[in-house]
C-alpha cells in the first residue's frame, strides 16, 4: 500500500510562488485548494516529500479567472489543483492557459493536465489523468509504479458544461462543448457537442456556428 504525503499551500505563500508561473492579470475569487503529493511505493517510505520537486509544476495564462467562492448561480466550490508526484517520477503538471474561466474546477495531474487559451469550465468540472489506483491487485508494495498516468488535453475556446468529469487519456477538441454531468472516456472531436455517460458525440457545430467561433 503506498503512503500518501501532502503539502497545502495558498496563492500568497512562498511555496506557491515556487511551484507557480502566473502571467499578468490572472485573478483568484476566493483562495483555491493548492495540494502537493507525494504517492510512494514501500521503496520511498523513508524519503520525505520536497518542494523542490514541484518547481513551476503550475502555470496559469494570462487573464485567467479562478472562482473558488459559492456566489454564482449554481452550487460551486473551491478550485483544487493537486499536483502528485509517483515515486521517482517527475510531479505532474497543470498547464491553464490565457483567458480560462475555472468555477469550482478540480484538476488531479500525476502527469499532464493542459486547458489551452479561453477554456471555460461550468461549476464543478474535474480532470484527471490518472485514476490514482491500477485496477487490480490494490494495497501491494508496487501500487504506485504500476499506476496508469495517461495526459489530458482541453484544446482552446471549448466549453466544459456543469458536473462534467474529464478521465485520464482525453482530449477535447477546440470548440467543442461538453454537456453539463457529462463522463468523458474517449476523445472528443473539434467543433463536436458532446453530452452523456459515457458522453457521445451528439452533433457538430455548424458551418455559421463555425463562422461565429473563429
Given at each position: 500500500?503506498?503512503?500518501?504525503?501532502?503539502?497545502?499551500?495558498?496563492?500568497?505563500?512562498?511555496?506557491?510562488?515556487?511551484c507557480s508561473s502566473v502571467a499578468k492579470g490572472v485573478s483568484f475569487s476566493g483562495e483555491p485548494d493548492i495540494t502537493l503529493?507525494?504517492?510512494?511505493?514501500?521503496?520511498?517510505?523513508?524519503?520525505?516529500?520536497?518542494?523542490?520537486?514541484?518547481?513551476?509544476?503550475?502555470?496559469?495564462?494570462?487573464?485567467?479567472?479562478?472562482?473558488?467562492?459559492?456566489?454564482?448561480?449554481?452550487?460551486?466550490?473551491?478550485?483544487k489543483l493537486t499536483l502528485v508526484k509517483r515515486n521517482g517520477f517527475e510531479a505532474g503538471k497543470i498547464i491553464i492557459g490565457?483567458?480560462?474561466?475555472?468555477?469550482?474546477?478540480?484538476?488531479?495531474?500525476?502527469?499532464?493536465?493542459?486547458?489551452?487559451?479561453?477554456?471555460?469550465?461550468?461549476?464543478?468540472?474535474?480532470?484527471?489523468?490518472?485514476?490514482?489506483?491500477?485496477?487490480?491487485?490494490?494495497?501491494?508494495?508496487?501500487?504506485?509504479?504500476?499506476?496508469?498516468?495517461r495526459p489530458v488535453l482541453i484544446k482552446e475556446h471549448s466549453w466544459i458544461g456543469m458536473n462534467a468529469i474529464i478521465l485520464?487519456?482525453?482530449?477535447?477538441?477546440?470548440?467543442?462543448?461538453?454537456?453539463?454531468?457529462?463522463?468523458?472516456?474517449?476523445?472528443?472531436?473539434?467543433?463536436?457537442?458532446?453530452?452523456?455517460?459515457?458522453?457521445?458525440?451528439?452533433?457538430?457545430?455548424?458551418?455559421?456556428?463555425?463562422?461565429?467561433?473563429?
Open positions: 500500500m503506498p503512503l500518501y504525503e501532502n503539502i497545502s499551500i495558498t496563492p500568497e505563500s512562498t511555496a506557491f510562488k515556487h503529493t507525494w504517492v510512494k511505493d514501500k521503496t520511498y517510505h523513508k524519503d520525505y516529500i520536497d518542494l523542490a520537486d514541484f518547481s513551476r509544476c503550475i502555470s496559469l495564462g494570462e487573464g485567467a479567472y479562478l472562482e473558488s467562492l459559492d456566489r454564482v448561480a449554481f452550487h460551486c466550490g473551491r478550485v490565457a483567458g480560462c474561466v475555472l468555477q469550482g474546477t478540480a484538476i488531479i495531474a500525476w502527469q499532464n493536465v493542459t486547458v489551452e487559451d479561453h477554456v471555460t469550465f461550468g461549476p464543478g468540472v474535474t480532470l484527471m489523468d490518472s485514476s490514482g489506483h491500477p485496477l487490480l491487485a490494490r494495497g501491494t508494495d508496487d501500487e504506485a509504479a504500476r499506476t496508469p498516468v485520464p487519456g482525453v482530449t477535447v477538441g477546440r470548440h467543442a462543448v461538453i454537456g453539463a454531468g457529462s463522463v468523458v472516456r474517449t476523445s472528443v472531436p473539434d467543433y463536436a457537442v458532446a453530452a452523456g455517460n459515457p458522453a457521445v458525440v451528439v452533433r457538430y457545430l455548424t458551418e455559421e456556428q463555425r463562422e461565429t467561433a473563429g
